[in-house]
């Protein structure tokens, strides 16, 4: 029988996500954005239960053009643009939206031969410092698109840093204001930080990203608990083996949890090459026969494994979540150090995924 570990998707818990995202911006329309394949979820399995969108985002012209040959006949954005002259072909090819931030682009768009204009998300660099022109330059920028016949309609576009954080946007939307200043036309600047907690950065285009997938943008559950917003993806799997253990007893490489007392340790089948943080420390929540547990010793390639005191029932069998519909994967990364992002964009090739509706 295959290995028992497997990730189920539900495609109706990604539905209501949507409309509950519309819900917090309802004059503004929704980019849904699908980076790195659905954030782990397989844009090829998730996208037409996201259809009800106005666009989606990614950065992957292979992505754009699965979407395209899936069927997806609405707007699709490259988020980082093209990354060559060699690239504006296909954009042409895929009706595809590009963001331009570098003087380079505009200069490559200048020498395209496209048969009809392509619209294009003007990137300022608000204080993220990552990809964007200068306040200062937005405008000239702007200016040399606008009298580009291969440019359709121009966005003013940026990406807030510290919008999931006590500091916020004012900052940012600020800068984004003298910006534009001069230009005229639609604006897209709340990820999905700012449309949840600052309505005021929603304009004509809303970016939500983690949140479609059921996870807090701040990495803390309770922060999107009430909101509706659900868990997509659960990654679940089973006891392979049951250790009985005495005192100074130590479990896994490196020896570094050490028994106390006499102790029942579960061996899950799931370590890092399915996508499990390695670095995930013991105490690390997991959710083991209906039991919220924690882990115990560093993660293996294949294995890891829990404490069964709480759970005394759990045997050979017995069904664990990893993360999912009982146990947030905020939860989980946050006792491991990082994001929700992290661990669904991990999700490794060789973990079977099925879906429900």
């Not at 309802?26 to 954005?33: A, D, L, Q, Y």
């Not at 009706?95 to 490559?108: D, F, G, K, M």
């Not at 990809?131 to 003013?156: D, H, M, N, S, Y």
């Amino acid at each position: 029988m295959p290995r028992p570990i497997s990730a189920t998707l539900s495609l109706s818990a990604l539905t209501q996500n949507l409309n509950i995202i519309r819900g917090f911006a309802p004059e503004s329309k929704v980019w849904t954005v699908v980076k790195a394949n659905g954030y782990g979820h397989g844009i090829s399995r998730i996208w037409r239960s996201l259809s009800a969108t106005d666009g989606f985002a990614l950065l992957d012209f292979n992505e754009a053009i699965l979407l395209r040959e899936s069927g997806w006949q609405g707007p699709i954005l490259l988020l980082e643009g093209f990354f060559s002259v060699a690239d504006l072909p296909l954009v042409a090819q895929y009706r595809l939206t590009t963001a331009v931030h570098s003087e380079w682009q505009i200069r490559a768009l200048a020498d395209a031969q496209f048969s009809q204009p392509v619209n294009v998300y003007l990137k300022v660099n608000s204080g993220m410092n990552r990809l964007g022109f200068a306040p200062e330059r937005t405008t000239a920028a702007w200016q040399q698109l606008r009298e580009l016949k291969q440019v359709g309609e121009i966005t003013l576009m940026s990406h807030f840093a510290t919008a999931d954080s006590v500091e916020g946007v004012d900052a940012q939307m600020a800068a984004v204001n003298f910006a534009g200043q001069h230009i005229s036309g639609p604006r897209c600047l709340a990820n999905s930080a700012a449309t949840l907690w600052h309505p005021h950065t929603h304009y004509d285009w809303i970016r939500p990203g983690i949140i479609v997938y059921g996870a807090s943008p701040s990495g803390d559950w309770q922060d999107i608990a009430d909101t509706g917003l659900q868990p997509v993806m659960t990654l679940k799997s089973e006891l392979i083996a049951v250790q009985e253990l005495n005192a100074g007893a130590r479990v896994g490489y490196g020896g570094r949890y050490g028994v106390t007392q006499a102790q029942r340790i579960g061996v899950v089948a799931c370590g890092y090459a399915d996508g499990y943080p390695r670095h995930a420390p013991t105490g690390t929540p997991v959710w083991v026969d209906g039991v919220r547990t924690t882990t115990v010793g560093t993660v293996s390639m294949d294995m890891l494994a829990v404490d069964l005191t709480p759970c005394q029932q759990a045997g050979i069998g017995s069904p664990v979540e990893l993360w999912g519909k009982n146990l947030p994967a905020d939860d989980v990364a946050t006792a491991a150090g990082t994001l929700g992002y992290e661990l669904l964009s991990a999700l490794a090739p060789r973990v079977p995924v099925t879906t429900i509706g």
